[in-house]
């Protein structure tokens, strides 16, 4: 039996706990991330014995996420967000319990597989933001989807700073060494996981298709697409994905190096704990910066425009940019290049799938949506790997100029997102 379409105030009740739901995912599902991201390279630079190949483990996270982006998305087409969501989070449930396998045996390929798998649910928190705008006003579009991105903020910064209490419980009931934070991840996990099978009714993917197939049989037309700019948006997002991945990934590694160096002879136990402090507070930085202001920037994105808020993001990041090449051999300067980091990830992250969204035609939608996901975590993928190499031979501030490249492209290739052409 199809089920009635919504109401136009039926359809603002539905948004508004739609977007309820999604927020309290992400607070869950940002537990996780957040200790992925500041575990992943510590872990696979200790596992392996060479910090060349810690960019292996954001490579891996991204790459998964990659992988698994467009058929959550083409499963999301079919079934709904529901399932997809649900899927993801089973993904990440499973990779949790291989990485701490890996650790326990020191098997650096197994340790990549489950970092793979955890990134393959990130692909599920991904696709939150655009189910967020599945049923959102136009007006709203922005706005709805930067709170889902904002919620990712309390797991996000949790995490890392959990990494301390997570070895403690994790020592307690016997796990190996840097893993203890799991446990943390794999409980959030688990209760996103049934978050999103209880809470997330209406599906909103599923009566936006029925609201927007009654619309086009009213008015005998669909919002009309335009390529070139969603070829864009996507570019945008991809390349200051890119960026942000690359530079976050290595700075792990980096600020151990600093640690080390603060301490020379044999003093590891004071460097050791210099670098859970270092790393936990910068990353916790990091991740605020991505989420903290998202609503700032989606609200923005709806009053000036989604291309001048990408363009803000761009000036973020090479202000980011500068701090890490001038400013590296200083705790403060690193820290302080990660928060505008994250605070340019985060503005055109948000203005650009809004413009994505709103430039892409419904029956297209998500299907392009998904490639945006792959194609952004499988450039950061490469990013990540070639990040590490980079960093082993031209030190942090050569990451920092290498990464200017892309936001530059970014900026020059602006003009096409005022591309009228459908």
Known sequence: MTAPVLTLEQQAAVQRRTVLVLSLGQVLGGIAFGATVSLGALLAADISGDDALSGLATASVTLGAALCAIPLARLAARVGRRRALTLGNLFALV??????????????????????????????????????TDLAAPAHRGRDLSVVVWATTIGGVAGPLLLGPGEVVGAAIGMPPQTGSYVFSF??????????????????????????????????????DRPVVARYAMFAIAGSHVVMASVMAMTPVHLSHMAHSMHPGHDMAAAAADVSQLVGITIALHVAGMYALSP???????RIGRLRVVLLGQL???GSLVFAIFTNDQAWGVMVALILLGLGWSAATVAGAALLTESSAPEIRTRRQGRSDSIMSLSAAVGAVLAGVVLSNFQYAGLGIAASALVLAIVVLSPLARSRRS
């Open 296 to 302: 700032v920037f989606g609200i923005l994105a709806d």
């Open 187 to 224: 409980v959030a996990q688990s209760a996103a996981l049934v978050l999103y099978l209880v809470a997330l009714r209406p599906d909103p993917l599923l009566a936006a298709q029925r609201l927007s197939t009654t619309a086009a049989a009213t008015a005998g037309a669909l919002t009309p």
């Open 316 to 318: 973020l990041l090479a």
């Open 95 to 132: 990779g949790i319990a291989v990485v701490i396998l890996a650790a326990a045996l020191r098997i650096f390929p197994l340790l990549l597989v489950g970092i793979l798998m955890i990134g393959a649910g990130n692909a599920g928190n991904l696709q939150s933001r655009f189910a967020a």
